[in-house]
């Protein structure tokens, strides 16, 4: 089954700089790479998402790249703000019914 | 108007009793989930429906037992808990094909 890999577990910033979580995937067939964001005591919510067939997609201050060859995707913050706080998570699906998570990462925002 | 919504959102109970944590979702998806997050965040399916049919059903205890009513509703029944059951159950859905998960607001178990 798939296996996906997250980095850094915890990563402090100052506000106004940018924040990189990076991600690795076991399974080549995966083709849906979503982003959750979860602040505390609250719901995982997706923020951004990327398919197999886009190497970079960007909303805002945040973009997701994706490396097929490689088999990693990294989430790019820019200009953090303190409400970037929250635990992120990557995940990675063959198909869009089963997620397979990686481990999670504690971003917090230095005012 | 909560899109998913779980019931109860705490639970207090000792070991070896029996629980269950029931959930809807009015967003008209045809694809629901039960999520185990562990103290250290970890998210791991548990379970997968999709019109009421058991579609992935991970390793975990048979001592856990889904049932899907209807494919609005998604309950999770636990029997004999166990200390180590402790963690914060997430519900959750999608359309088909679509990809996005739409989480419950999480019930969170401790046994005691």
């Known amino acids: 089954g798939e296996n996906v890999e997250q980095h850094p577990s915890t990563l402090s910033v100052q506000e106004g700089d940018s924040a990189v979580i990076k991600c690795t995937y076991s399974?080549?067939?995966?083709?849906?790479f979503p982003w959750y964001k979860q602040e505390l005591g609250k719901r995982p919510q997706l923020i951004i998402d990327?398919?197999?067939?886009?190497g970079e997609k960007k909303d805002q201050r945040i973009a997701v790249t994706l490396n097929k060859t490689a088999k990693h995707f990294s989430l790019h913050i820019t200009e953090t703000q303190p409400e970037d706080s929250a635990v992120y998570f990557c995940a990675a699906a063959v198909s869009a019914r089963q997620l397979t998570f990686g481990s999670g990462t504690q971003l917090t925002v230095l005012p | 108007d909560t899109a998913v919504s779980q019931t109860p959102k705490y639970l207090v109970t000792q070991m070896g009793n029996d629980k269950s944590i029931k959930c809807e979702q009015n967003l008209g998806h045809d694809t629901m989930y039960w999520y185990k997050q562990d103290s250290k965040k970890f998210l791991k399916i548990m379970f997968s429906y999709n019109n009421k049919e058991l579609i992935i059903n991970e390793t975990v205890p048979n001592r856990f037992s889904p049932k899907s009513p209807d494919k609005a509703h998604l309950n999770l029944h636990i029997n004999s808990l166990e200390l180590g059951d402790s963690a914060v159950y997430f519900c959750?859905?999608?359309?088909?094909?679509?990809?996005?998960?739409?989480f419950g607001e999480g019930s969170r178990l401790t046994v005691l």
């Open positions: 990327i398919r197999s067939n886009v």
């Open positions: 399974d080549s067939a995966s083709n849906y």
């Open positions: 959750a859905s999608s359309p088909v094909g679509a990809g996005e998960l739409f």
